[in-house]
């Protein structure tokens, strides 16, 4: 089982990370988008549990690592780029039966591959950075257009304030770019118990049969999330 993670993740949290699994791909990439994003692999990544879709010109090194460890991949339809919608087009979200996502943004490839899940359009664009599923069923978000959107389709969440998840050139981050899953265990870049709500989130995830591991010490960071593969 390899990991991917934000290059600039704090030093302790990969090296922790490192204990999980057989090797890290310290993700980063320059001059395709912006700096607060530049190393979240949730931007030019997208993963579900049949498929792992990358943008076109996702870092060469990326691609190397990939074909080096026999991980199988699709390359989407259109790049990452600047704007918003080209920075957002990778970041969207699915489980077993649902496809999150602000509805026409994602690239066409995930929208293919999504056509027999439920689509629930949502207003925010980065939407990978911004929720995490349970069990493809208990929902967590950070982000209230996504929680009025998981209310209205009688989905179960826990809302989680972001105000003191910590990223780069931001005032916040948001609760998806912190965490990740492997098996029955739920990780997160930092240590949710030293946030506000973070007993509360803490309970939610063990109530559903998970284990929490914190990676760090300190506040969570919002790196673009933690992606698992083999």
């Known amino acids: 089982m390899y990991a991917i993670v934000d290059q600039r993740c704090p030093e302790v949290v990969k090296k922790n990370l490192g204990r999980y699994v057989d090797d890290i791909f310290e993700f980063s990439s320059e001059k395709i988008t ?21 943008a076109p010109n996702s870092p060469k090194n ?13 390359l989407g339809i259109k790049n990452v780029g600047e704007s918003l919608e080209e920075s957002a087009r990778y970041n969207c979200y699915s489980t077993k039966d649902y496809f999150f996502c602000n509805r026409g943004k994602p690239d066409k490839s995930i929208q293919i591959h999504c056509l027999k899940k439920q689509l629930i359009h949502v207003p925010q664009s980065y939407v990978r950075c911004s ?27 826990f809302y989680f304030d972001p ?32 946030h506000k709500e973070g007993k509360e989130l803490h309970r ?23 992606f698992f593969v083999e």
Do not use: R, W
Not at 139 to 157: R, V
Not at 165 to 185: A, C, P, R, S, V
């Open 34 to 54: 912006y700096n607060s994003i530049s190393c979240h692999p949730d931007i030019f990544m997208y993963q579900d549990l049949k498929k792992l879709i990358i």
């Open 62 to 74: 990326l691609i190397d690592f990939l074909d080096k460890k026999k991980i199988s991949y699709d």
């Open 131 to 157: 929720m995490f599923s349970l069990n493809n069923q208990k929902m967590i978000t950070s982000d209230f257009g996504i929680a009025k959107a998981l209310e209205n389709n009688k989905i179960d969440y």
């Open 163 to 194: 105000t003191e998840i910590e990223i780069i050139d931001h005032k916040y981050g948001f609760i998806g770019g912190t965490m990740g899953e492997l098996n029955e265990q739920v990780y997160f870049l930092g240590n949710v118990l030293k």
């Open 204 to 226: 939610f995830i063990t109530s559903n049969q998970k284990e929490v591991i914190c990676l760090g010490n300190d506040y969570l960071y919002d790196g673009g999330g933690l």
